[in-house]
């Protein structure tokens, strides 16, 4: 089975007011000395997963679109370096439509990126301001027209706070219209310790029911638009899916390279640190920056095949479920089966949820879990 490589760039312009996940918008200037240790956290991992084939290499952040553009093509010629990256792999960064520029998307094309995602989130200018977002809808508009004829994916936010109907499926079909050929539609999660968290405790967000509307609603304009779902918040053209995600839900093995990032490798789960300084100490000691591991043991890898497929549209091979792990899956979840029977449905050889339940699926793959 093919890997994925994960690259996390943590440096960002500003920091939403939703934002969680690991990113520096006041730590810019160090962005040369990161890739640097970047490089060299590579050729360490390298040399061990040198009988893996990678065939996806998706660089994330933050927003790798704000360094300089000479340092993603450094981190690609790198990576090729140091691993067997297949000669068709899939290429992805994600950009903020305020960080492109016509020079950044040629010397991004010319060194192998063949796929875009570009963080949208709203087409509304209002509730862009309060996400904290660095752009506005006219910004989104001409970073489209300069994707036109790329494959790229627009990433689009429900629940946010005072969005309509009408405001979500402007936003979709803004997305369509400028050439998208793939959606994530996700809904905004508000996090402890995030300023919009104050929005949720206040009262001022939607509630779980209204994003569920708002969810069934978004996807029904999506599929008219000719966008199939093929994961929960994933949705796509004929043939557009996210290679690099589709390694995620059918529970293949990928290396997480950078601050932060997460790899799974031999039924290894292993995470980088989340800090920044410690990062550095660590490369330039020339060990590696893990701080927590954990192997999985044989019903752990089956819960997390189960839950990583039901998450799918296509949902799980129970022929080759079986055949992998050497059981009867029916008698192993008989209990999880019988009480979520109402809620899915065989296909041949797969099981799958229902379409009208996998918005809820968490409550429905709960069950599937030791």
């Not at 370096?81 to 991004?108: C, R």
């Amino acid at each position: 089975m093919n890997a994925g490589i994960y690259v996390h760039i943590p440096f960002c312009k500003s920091k939403c007011r939703y934002c969680d996940f690991t990113s520096y918008p006041d730590k810019l200037g160090f962005a040369e000395s990161y890739m640097t240790c970047l490089y060299h956290e590579m050729a360490m991992r390298g040399e061990e997963l040198k009988n893996y084939k990678f065939d996806t290499l998706y660089i994330g952040g933050g927003t790798p679109s704000v360094i300089d553009a000479s340092l993603i093509a450094m981190l690609i010629a790198a990576a090729k370096k140091y691993f067997n990256l297949a000669d068709n792999a899939e290429i992805t960064i994600e950009m903020n439509p305020e960080s492109v520029s016509e020079s950044k998307l040629a010397l991004y094309k010319k060194c192998g990126v063949n796929r875009f995602s570009v963080g949208l989130q709203t087409a509304i200018d209002s509730q862009l301001a309060d996400l904290g977002r660095c752009h506005t809808l006219n910004k989104f508009l001409t970073c489209a027209k300069l994707l036109k004829g790329e494959n790229f994916n627009v990433d689009i936010m429900i629940g946010l706070k005072g969005q309509t109907r009408g405001d979500i499926e402007k936003s979709i079909r803004t997305a369509a219209v400028f050439g998208a050929s793939h959606v994530s539609m996700y809904a905004l999660t508000p996090e402890d310790g995030t300023p919009i968290y104050t929005d949720y405790l206040n009262g001022e967000l939607p509630d779980g029911d209204e994003v569920a509307d708002m969810y069934d609603y978004g996807v029904s304009i999506l599929r008219g638009l000719g966008f199939g779902r093929y994961e929960i918040s994933n949705f796509c053209k004929s043939g557009k899916e996210s290679r690099h995600n589709l390694n995620y839900w059918r529970r293949g093995e990928y290396i997480g390279l950078g601050v932060s990032a997460s790899s799974c490798i031999n039924n290894v789960r292993f995470t980088n640190t989340f800090n920044l300084d410690e990062y550095f100490k660590c490369i330039m000691s020339n060990r590696f920056p893990v701080i927590d591991s954990e192997e999985i043991d044989l019903r752990g890898q089956m819960d997390e095949t189960v839950m990583l497929a039901m998450r799918t549209a296509e949902g799980l091979n129970v022929e080759e479920f079986n055949e992998k792990f050497g059981c009867d899956f029916n008698e192993v979840y008989a209990a999880a089966l019988d009480k979520n029977s109402a809620y899915l449905e065989k296909r041949g050889v797969r099981l799958r949820i229902k379409d009208e339940y996998l918005y809820v699926q968490n409550t429905i793959i709960c069950d599937f879990l030791a």
